[in-house]
């Protein structure tokens, strides 16, 4: 009990503002007692309002009082140091750089236990004891501890803002109405919050509903991804699977095509050397035969002579011609021709079957597709470089700069046969396929020219409508005709409005089915946009229709600019 005693003591001989034991303390007329330096800081901050006030109950007093030093409690304070007792308690909670600090702390303040929104203060468990004993403070707004209370300060007024003016919809105090919000619809900050406390709730309920919305976005796009790996595993491992076979079969039909003409030779071997031996029999016999004749020849008795050749047995019949009569020297060439034949039609069927693969493959798209970009920056980034393919070039037709120019000309040109070549039609495609999201310009020059893209299987021989871009449903054309632009698709003509440019841009997005043609430029202008679905891979194509005429796959990069004659 002793000890409590002290404990009140000290308590009750603590300057509110520092919160350590009063140091040459004065007291203020309403009563209360600080140490001298404590009150005199208070007040010195006060001085521009003119009218100074009590820390703890708020009286104020003008003038500025006099402070005279309290003789009986300084001497009381002094009698408490002698006993060794430490000034302030070891226990305070003082504040840190994330804390609010109580207004009324000097020195190192203390946490606020909570804020006033009468006095736009904080205050520390000890200073905020005043709103909890006096009767005029009791009616005050406390809240949690907040750094925003100068925010309810008028800057024009320098009061309160308890009143909010729906026209400017802004808080203000009671004084703004009658200068800078004259006639405006204002109403107290409270009415306003009754009334939009039920947008809040609606608005969080809103919220609330948008968050478990997204968590099961989340959750279904986290199944998603669990899909998608799965369903790629199953892939790879029926992909690795299916080859492997195909590489067993291979190695077995290559084990059974060695076995077979190792067979065949050991057999066509054995036969022609039966043969040698026959001969080189009948080889032994005749020379043998001639040395008997030799011989006989050189008989001197007449008498004897025709004896010995009447006894001579007969020679036997020929059995073979004069020469043996082989087939021209081809053995196993043919089995050659043939096993390369196999391979050129398994390199042709992996070729086209695996266009369509790699096509599955780019399709899987779980996302919607990205938006098309609006600066050539933008288009910059999906530069794909595309040369043209020879063997697709019209007779007419003059490829030049490394396959990437092509010029219509009036000689015929000395290109090879081949079944992907344009007999009648001057066009050419690009050597590569289009699929994913491509970007790529075309400068042209002449009277008139196209540009598109087509399916692989557009008709080739011929001058009918199956072979030209734009007039069947396997091309898309952009033509430029006469100062005109036009798009031509499954022979549908669609007149298109435009500022000429020797250049074009076309923007192909085949996942989302979207084909653009662009006048290029810094900031692009759109003069046409097809939105369809494509089926296959697309080839770039292009149609230099008089001669003359000239079009070329600009070299693209993503730091070039553009200067285009208009």
């Known amino acids: 009990m002793a000890q409590k005693g002290v404990q009140l003591d000290r308590e009750t001989l603590s300057c509110s503002i520092c919160l350590d034991l009063l140091s040459d303390p004065v007291a ?4 209360h007692s600080y140490c001298t330096s404590c009150i005199r800081a208070h007040w010195d901050t006060e001085d521009e309002k003119g009218i100074h006030s009590c820390p703890q109950c708020r ?12 003789t009986t409690l300084a001497a009381v304070v002094e009698q408490l140091k002698k006993t060794g007792l430490q000034a302030a308690p070891a226990d305070h909670c003082y504040a840190g750089a994330e804390d609010v600090a109580c207004d009324f702390c000097t ?26 004993e006096v009767a005029a403070l009791k009616k005050h707004k406390l809240v949690e501890p907040s750094r925003k ?29 009658e200068d800078q919000h004259k006639g405006h619809d204002t109403v107290s900050a409270a009415a306003e919050r009754t009334e939009r406390q039920p947008e809040l709730e609606r608005s969080r309920l809103n919220i609330q509903q948008r968050i478990q919305d997204r968590e099961k976005d989340l959750k279904e796009l986290q199944q998603e991804v669990e899909d998608i790996c799965s369903s790629a595993d199953e892939a790879v491992e029926h992909g690795e699977k299916t080859f492997t076979e195909l590489i067993r079969l291979m190695e077995r039909r290559s084990s059974e ?19 040698q031996e026959e001969l080189e029999q009948e080889i032994r016999e005749l020379k ?24 001579l047995p007969a020679l036997r019949e020929d059995t073979h011609s004069s020469s043996i009569n082989i087939r021209p020297l081809r053995h196993f060439e043919d089995v050659t021709a043939a096993v390369s034949e196999l391979r050129e039609k398994l390199q042709d069927a992996l070729r ?15 996302l919607l597709s990205q938006p098309e970009p609006t600066t050539r920056a933008g288009f910059l980034r999906y530069a794909q470089q595309i040369t043209l393919d020879p063997n697709t070039a019209n007779r007419y037709l003059l490829l030049s700069e ?16 081949h079944p992907d070549r344009f007999t009648f039609w001057p066009q050419v495609l690009s050597r590569e396929s289009l699929t994913g999201r491509c970007y790529w310009e075309v400068e042209w020059s002449g009277e008139r020219v196209g540009v598109g893209v087509t399916y692989k299987n557009i008709n080739r021989v011929g001058k009918t409508n199956d072979c030209v871009f734009g007039l069947n449903d396997k091309s898309w054309a952009f033509y430029y005709y006469n100062n005109t632009w036009k798009f031509l698709h499954n022979n549908i003509h669609t007149p298109v409005s435009g500022p000429r440019s020797s250049r074009v841009g076309v923007y192909l997005d085949h996942r989302a089915g979207v084909l653009s043609f662009y006048r290029v430029s810094d900031t692009m202008t759109l003069l046409h946009r097809v939105q369809t679905c494509f089926s296959q891979p697309l080839y770039a194509g292009l149609h230099p229709c008089f001669y003359g005429s000239t079009a070329e796959l600009v070299k693209l990069k993503e730091s070039d600019t553009v200067c285009v004659l208009c």
Request: include cysteine; aromatic fraction near 6%.
């Open 28 to 31: 203020t007329p309403c009563g």
């Open 352 to 366: 086209d079957h695996w266009t369509n693969i790699s096509l599955t493959v780019t399709q899987v798209d779980v």
């Open 402 to 417: 490394e396959n990437r120019k092509v010029t219509s000309v009036e000689e015929e040109q000395n290109y090879s046969d």
């Open 149 to 177: 209370l100068q925010e309810n300060i008028c800057s024009r007024h320098d009061e309160v803002m308890k009143m909010f003016c729906r026209t400017d919809q802004q808080s203000i105090c009671y004084l703004c109405p």
């Open 288 to 311: 043998r035969r001639d040395a008997e004749l030799e011989e006989l020849s050189h008989t001197e008795d007449h008498s004897q002579f025709v004896h010995s050749y009447r006894s």
């Open 59 to 70: 009286q104020t007093f003008t003038p500025r009082p006099v402070l005279l030093k309290n």
């Open 107 to 132: 020195g190192r303040k203390l946490k606020a236990l909570k804020s006033c929104l009468v006095c736009l203060v904080s205050y520390c468990e000890q200073h905020l004891q005043p709103h909890y």
């Open 257 to 275: 095509l060695k076995q077979q003409v190792r067979s065949q030779q050991e057999a066509e071997v054995s036969r022609v050397k039966e043969l």
